[in-house]
């Protein structure tokens, strides 16, 4: 499971802004499916999981 780790770490750091935008997608499809609920709770977990993939943030 570490190697599944380790390549899943360097993909996120060599393809960072691809990992970013991806998230974000994620985040809006979440947003949209939930009315906007939730918008602040799934805004803050993109952005943390954004910080956590390579340079960070590269959409906002």
């Known amino acids: 499971m ?11 750091d060599k393809h960072d802004k ?6 974000e ?9 939930t009315g906007g609920r939730y918008d602040e709770q799934i ?5 943390q999981a954004q910080a956590r993939t390579g340079e960070g943030d590269q959409v906002r």
């Open 2 to 12: 570490s190697d599944f780790m380790d390549k899943a770490k360097d993909f996120a």
């Open 18 to 23: 691809q990992v970013d935008q991806g998230l």
């Open 25 to 33: 997608k994620g985040g809006d499809m979440a947003d949209q499916r």
């Open 43 to 47: 805004d803050r977990g993109v952005d």
